[in-house]
């Protein structure tokens, strides 16, 4: 069987254009014995595909994945046929195969899932009930925010991660500030009646200390470099950050310095912990039990914003720059 698949020309400096990809047409073949075919119904676009795109990690050092190679990261389809007791024709996944309209899956791939159709629409299974929503739910977790009185801050709060992490801690009592680009995005947040929003490219400093002027206890980073500096400048005595992302300098081209206030770490005792969601993957069943059930009853919200096509993957990713996105970025395949 002939289908398209995106792949990556050559390593982007900077903010990457869409002359850096390529659709391609491939035999996806038979499946061998342990492997399935995928007819892929949504891929997903996720900022932390930037970080395998660059022909050396600008931090550790080593070539990165993807330059010259199909691009991976998650999609969900449907089985269409089977090698593997694993999975039935008919059956739905979510895999990390990714951007290819149609996906061979098994051997020692990890990060495959069976998921029902019937608990949500398919396609949340990439956002706020796939990997952005563990990332969010399995961050706030590590700090236990409990608490009425405690200040939340999340950045990005309008896209999936930051929109999952805004509820759960409003849900856990605490005083959630949040903050986006644009003023739809605010709109919704507003919306969500969580608390403050406010656009960050007004100053974030200044307006977390006018919001909150005893100090933010936990900081929910999706964004990263100054950002994260000037939140650091906002924190309460003993405030807490989860590490989830950086958007703001993944098409940095030179490694970025960093926040240059870590002095603060020991004069406020500080503690900045990161969340990876791969280490986390185990924690789906309980995850789901908890969120899946908010999310069918509208208690928990979410946004997605999809656009049709396979060739419309570059620019739906380079849009997440310039916050293309409202919610989850998605491309639907016909
Ligand atoms: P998202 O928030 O749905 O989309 C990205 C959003 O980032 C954009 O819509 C834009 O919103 C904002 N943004 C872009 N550039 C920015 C900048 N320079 N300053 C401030 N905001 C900026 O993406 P997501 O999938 O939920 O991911 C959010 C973050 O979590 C990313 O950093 C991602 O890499 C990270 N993440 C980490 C893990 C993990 O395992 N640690 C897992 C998933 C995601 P505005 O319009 O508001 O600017």
Redo the contacts with the bound molecule.
Sequence with gaps: MIAREVRLVGAPRGLPTVDDFEIVDVDVGEPLEGQAIVRNAFVSV???MRMTMSDVHPVLGRPAAEVGRPLSGGAVGQVIASRTAAFAEGDWVVHQAGWREVSCIGGDDDGIRTIDPQLAPVSTSLGVLG??GL?AWAGLRMFEPQGEGRTVYV??A?????SLAAQLAARHGCRVLTS???PA?RDWLAELGLGPVFD?HDGVREQLHALAPSGVDLYFD??GGR?LEEVLGALAFRGRVVA?????VYNDVEASVGPRNLDLLFTKELTIRG???RVHRHEYPEFLAEVAPLVADGSVRYEETIVHGLEQAPAAFIG??A???L???LVALA
């Design positions: 996720d900022p932390f990997m952005p990332t950045s990005a309008a896209g999936t991660v930051g986006a680009g644009a995005k960050y999706n964004v950002h989830c992302g950086a958007i703001s969340v990876r969601s997440l720059f916050g293309a996105n919610g989850k970025m």
